[in-house]
Structure formats: structure tokens, C-alpha cells
């Protein structure tokens, strides 16, 4: 199949999304479409819907109106800006997100990281950087169809961050959807080959992620890349 053919083949479709708390919209009509194999970039200022649409998609909210298709669960993982990490330590909280794996295989991972020395520690003694990986590598190493990382590098060292540009890299080349969100305009503009710009809970501009730069289409889009 060509790269064109595999884009135009969903692995993640919304249709007229909307999701209501406390009275306010937060999101407002959304429809898309995520192109399989692709990594895709939700950008918009903070308070845009980023997290919240990622959520949806990934169902962990249930929208008001609208429908969601995607992968099986089991086959999508999401990764979260602030991993809630559980009592136990690296190499068991590693288990409990890809359970099955062995000891070689986990170690492994453990290495690629650079974490082969931190196994025994506490997940919650673990840095910010260090707590990052461990959810990240505990995610791809389940091999999803679709992942989701919600801002992954934030506020994390450059070792951190060079780390999981390079693992999103190789999960999109083995075949992994990746949403993900960021703050980051050139980390964007380094990963992304398609843009779903948000505002308000909407998505006023979708574009591939050239064009999207080079020349956006919204005044919203226009302010935004000249505020980043």
C-alpha cells in the first residue's frame, strides 16, 4: 500500500463531537480524520481542548453527541503529561502496562532507556525525565496501532527530550499512529506530518504540517505561530 493510501485509511474517525461540563462547551462539533501510519500534531494555546479531545479519542471521556471509531483498546496506549505512577517499583509498574513480557525483553527496554540501574527503584522516586520514559517505553513496548502523547516532553532535560523524539520516530517507522500534543513549535515542525490546530474546543484549521507552517489559512493559526 502507498504512503498515500495508507494516510487516507483511518485509524481514528470523529463525528460531531461535543463534550459539556459544568455548563461550558468544551468541545464543539469536532469531526476528523487520522490518517493510519501518520504522526499528527494537536496544536493550540492552552485551554484550546488539546488534552481533552486526546482523552475522547482515546475514550476516557464519553462525549455528549457524536461517534468515535478506533482501535480496540487493547490496542491503542496513551501516554499523559504527568504519569500517575503506582506503588511499586520501575520494573513492576514496566509489567503492569505491557503485562507478558520477560525478564530479557523488559531489561531491555530498561537499557535502551538508560534506566537498566533505576529497575529496582520506586517509580515514584524516579525524576520527571525518568518517570516520562518509563511510561513511554511502557506504552510502545505493547506495540499499539495508535498512541497518544499528551505534550511528552514537557518541562524535561534535553537527554529526556532527544530520547523520545527519537522513540516516537521509530514507532511511526514501524507503523505506529501517534496524536500528540505540544507546546513546542519546532518540535512540531520536527515530527509532525499532519496539524489539527484547535481553539476554544474547536478545530478551526486542519492542514498538513508543511503548509500549516509555511502558510496557515486562519487568522487564529496566523497569531498563534507568530505567538510561538
Not at 479531545?53 to 476516557?60: D, E, I, K, T, V
Not at 515514584?124 to 513511554?136: F, M
Amino acid at each position: 500500500m502507498s504512503d498515500h493510501a495508507r494516510h487516507n485509511t483511518g485509524i481514528v474517525t470523529a463525528t460531531h463531537v461535543s463534550f459539556r461540563a459544568d455548563s461550558q462547551t468544551l468541545l464543539n462539533d469536532i469531526s476528523l480524520h487520522i490518517g493510519r501510519g501518520t504522526i499528527t500534531m494537536v496544536l493550540g494555546h492552552n485551554g484550546a481542548g488539546k488534552t481533552l479531545l486526546l482523552s475522547a479519542l482515546h475514550g476516557l471521556i464519553a462525549p455528549q453527541t457524536g461517534k468515535i471509531s478506533g482501535p480496540v483498546r487493547d490496542k491503542q496506549k496513551m501516554v499523559f503529561q504527568k504519569p500517575v505512577l503506582l506503588r511499586r517499583s520501575a520494573r513492576d509498574y514496566f509489567k503492569f502496562l505491557c503485562p507478558g513480557l520477560d525478564d530479557a525483553t523488559t531489561e531491555s527496554w530498561f537499557e535502551k532507556a538508560q534506566m537498566d540501574t533505576r529497575l529496582s527503584t520506586p517509580a515514584r522516586q524516579l525524576s520527571g525525565g525518568e518517570s516520562q520514559k518509563l511510561a513511554l517505553i511502557g506504552a510502545l513496548a505493547s506495540q499499539p496501532d495508535l498512541l497518544f502523547l499528551d505534550e511528552p516532553t514537557a518541562h524535561l532535560d534535553f537527554e529526556s527530550i532527544r530520547f523520545i523524539e527519537t522513540q516516537i520516530t521509530d514507532a511511526h517507522k514501524s507503523g505506529t499512529s501517534i496524536v500528540m500534543t505540544s507546546h513546542n513549535r519546532a518540535q512540531a515542525e520536527r515530527l509532525a506530518e499532519q496539524i489539527i490546530f484547535m481553539e476554544n474546543g474547536k478545530i478551526v484549521e486542519t492542514a498538513d504540517a508543511k503548509t500549516f507552517f509555511s502558510a496557515p489559512k486562519t487568522d487564529a493559526a496566523k497569531i498563534y505561530l507568530n505567538h510561538y
